[in-house]
């Protein structure tokens, strides 16, 4: 029996309990790469960007999973997929391209794709070994059965998203990793994962 989704988030909470610190400074640092990488040329900025994606993704997934089962997280992890560049640029570029293409027919096709290959990055940083294509097909049979699941959870945020544009988009701050760790938890409830924390 799968958690629900307010347990998950509320688990997500308890995993950021004396870590919102570590786990805001490393979404913004994600974001702020990404936009300061981009800005500079309108043609060259967005290709960078496209080729850094990859493995800052495979970086934020690699910290979000420790973090959230409670294990030593660092800020160095959000560079770990850096080590991996090849798998994790391939990865991101087909993922964006079967979602293009889903999109093409019709906008719900798109989002269904989106959802169903959602845990390709989760996937590629619990398994070392696991090469990209098999990775989005795998993360396409996990999330059988599960993608209402995760488009209700991703509604739940919706309320939190409008706190935080009458905030100035300050609240966003703490929103990013609070759905960052939920989507963790997300990951390791539909995958089965044993987790076992670090020792306090």
Not at 3 to 10: D, S, V
Not at 39 to 44: D, L, N, R, S, T
Not at 102 to 115: D, E, Q, R
Not at 157 to 171: N, Y
Request: proline share 4%; aromatic share 12%.
């Amino acid at each position: 029996m799968k958690k629900e989704n307010k347990l998950l988030m509320r688990e997500a909470r308890e995993a950021l309990s004396g870590k919102w610190g570590l786990a805001v400074g490393v979404c913004l640092l994600y974001m702020v790469i990404l936009i300061v990488v981009r800005a500079p040329h309108k043609v060259f900025g967005p290709i960078l960007s496209l080729l850094i994606s990859g493995p800052m993704t495979l970086g934020l997934a690699t910290f979000s999973l420790t973090l959230s089962r409670r294990q030593t997280a660092s800020v160095s992890q959000l560079f770990a997929g850096f080590n991996e560049f090849v798998r994790a640029l391939v990865a991101y570029l087909l993922m964006v391209l079967f979602i293009l293409l889903w999109f093409l027919l019709l906008i719900v096709p798109g989002i269904i794709a989106g959802l169903a290959y959602s845990q390709t990055f989760y996937i590629l940083a619990d398994d070392k070994s696991i090469k990209p294509r098999e990775a989005i097909r795998k993360s396409k049979a996990m999330m059988y059965g599960h993608k209402k699941k995760l488009f209700y959870l991703g509604l739940r945020f919706l309320g939190w998203v409008l706190l935080c544009i009458l905030s100035a988009g300050i609240g966003f701050l703490w929103l990013i990793p609070y759905i960052q760790i939920t989507m963790a938890k997300f990951y390791d409830d539909i995958s089965g994962k044993t987790v076992v924390p670090n020792p306090a």
